[in-house]
């Protein structure tokens, strides 16, 4: 069990430019999550797949953000014309569902600073 | 929003016993306690889930009110690498379509 992996672990970008993050969960979750999380506050879910299925979309999930996991296996998340406010940690959790709970499992996150 | 409230932080010794509360007043009679750490860096880490019973496993104890409106989560004996934010989340049934939702947390520090 490898874990949930997230690359880059860090980008550095400018205002403007388009970034993409990828997230491989582990090998047999069905479920994969993509959160976001600022300084001092808790991770705030962003969207959620089952499978390919792209099944919800958080508000904070604005136009410039599209999020895929096209063979159901490992998910990107794009954000495009990046904007200052868009620095943060970016997380990726994986479950297996329906499944007795041991809850979601995360990423190292990707750290995401926009100059 | 979160459906929980924690203090905002506490701090113990190492080796000592470390509870840590939190008040769920409008739980839902299919929403379970969920409890993640995250260390600085590090992304959040499952710690324990519970309904109503008293659970444990190897990392903690986690003690839920009769009336289910708050809990308790136990480290038994705190080491310096249990210094991290504690987040206590409601969340329906595991397996259910369902995302976290995190609060701010309860920053432990576990002094020498």
């Known amino acids: 069990d490898t874990g949930v992996s997230q690359d880059p672990r860090h980008k550095i970008t400018k205002r403007g430019q388009n970034v993409t993050f990828r997230c491989d969960p582990i090998s047999e979750h069905n479920r994969l999550y993509w959160y976001r999380q600022t300084l001092g506050q808790g991770p705030e879910f962003l969207t959620y797949f089952q499978n390919e299925a792209q099944l919800e979309k958080s508000r904070l999930l604005s136009d410039r953000f599209s999020a895929e996991r096209p063979k159901g296996s490992f998910s990107t998340l794009e954000i495009q014309r990046t904007e200052q406010g868009d620095s943060a940690m970016y997380l990726c959790?994986?479950?297996?569902?329906?499944?007795?709970?041991?809850?979601?499992?995360f990423g190292p996150g990707t750290r995401l600073t926009v100059t | 929003d979160a459906k929980t409230t924690q203090p905002p932080s506490m701090d113990c010794a190492e080796g000592r016993a470390a509870n840590l509360p939190c008040n769920h007043s409008?739980?839902?009679?299919?929403?379970?306690v969920y409890w993640y750490r995250q260390i600085h860096s590090q992304g959040p880490q499952y710690i324990i889930h519970?309904?109503?019973n008293n659970e444990t496993n190897e990392m903690a104890s986690l003690i839920i009110t009769e009336d289910r409106k708050s809990s308790t989560l136990i480290l038994p004996h705190a080491t310096l690498r249990d210094t991290a934010v504690y987040y206590c989340i409601v969340n329906i049934s595991p397996g259910a379509n369902s995302k976290l939702t995190f609060g701010k947390g309860i920053t432990l520090s576990v002094r020498p």
């Open positions: 519970g309904l109503k």
């Open positions: 959790a994986s479950s297996l569902a329906p499944s007795v709970g041991l809850g979601e499992y």
């Open positions: 409008t739980i839902s009679g299919n929403e379970y």
